[in-house]
């Protein structure tokens, strides 16, 4: 089954997600985010309640439905796609859970590849009890299928906010850094040989030439012996290790087009959207750096359990196609009405 015609923008398709990923073709997905319902958190008097995920009488089948769903999804992804997996934790009998850990696992368990677990800091949080602490995040899993994937990173860069300039030392880095403290390091050092001191400046002297043509932004240079390594010493883990051996220095650029968000996300949680019968909506900003950075323009973002619409809606608005799966009539109701005005544009 094709789930989207060449001409449309979108498809939302009412059904259990298992069922309908099974008739999916292969390989016709370029990126699936999705917040699965998270297991014993909601009750279910409906038609549909037989096919729902998360009111399992025990949580080893909450994770045996969610691998089965995903073991399927990563067989209509794309081998260069990705899957971005929204899951929160669970107390039970005073016990966290380690849910989405659990999930995480499993999926690994099954060929997945985990390339990033970002925490989702919600910026607020509930607090039921008075003996541990609040609730303010939740995990927000990255997975691929194969070591090459499509990432464009320079779609997501943050964008540096002071740049380089002249001092009386000459051209510095955008936080001030001029090299004369690494040259100084050079000089003075017992554990570079000649050759290795002259090679240093000269790699010193060409990162400084191309802050001046701004092509990089700040960079840091580790000195054999003079300073801490940045990364482990155990040259069989790190390449860095490795670089100090062989050379006698290494260093660290940041490019002029800016670094890369880190896996600690600040964003709100969504009140938008949210109904008295759907409690889990995650906001649209929260899949900007998913969408943007791992499926290419006018490609396919799926969303197995699209509740009201709200992956659909933001890869629309991001110039991606969007494909919604959802059990319930009403859920597709509202997300019909929420991409209204996207079409519109």
Known sequence: MNPLKEDCRYNFILGDCLSVLKEMESESIDCIITSPPYWGMRTYDNDESE??????????NYVDALTKVFTEAKRVLKKEGSLWLNLGDKYVDKKLLGMPWRVAISLMD??????????????KGTQSCKDRLR????????????????YDADAI????????????????S?????GKKYRKLIHESRELTEIEKINAEKALDKVLEEIKNGVVNDFRMTIRGAQRAWHSNNTKISGRAKELIAKGYYIMRISSNG??????????TEDTWRTDSHCAVYPEELLKIPILATCPKN???LDPFSGTGTTVSAALKLGRKGIGIELSPEYLKISQRRIQPTLAL
């Open 259 to 268: 670094h890369l968000p880190s896996d600690v996300w600040n964003i709100v």
């Open 110 to 123: 099954n060929g997945w590849i985990m390339r990033n677990d970002v925490i989702w800091h919600q910026l």
């Open 157 to 172: 860069r943050i964008k540096p906010s002071k740049m380089p300039s002249m001092s009386k030392n000459g051209i510095t």
């Open 135 to 150: 609730d303010s995040y939740e995990h927000i899993f990255h997975f691929v299928k194969s070591k090459k994937y499509f």
């Open 51 to 60: 096919y729902e995920i998360g009111n399992e009488p025990q949580f080893i």
């Open 299 to 301: 490609g396919i973002v």
């Open 174 to 178: 955008s936080t001030g850094v001029s």
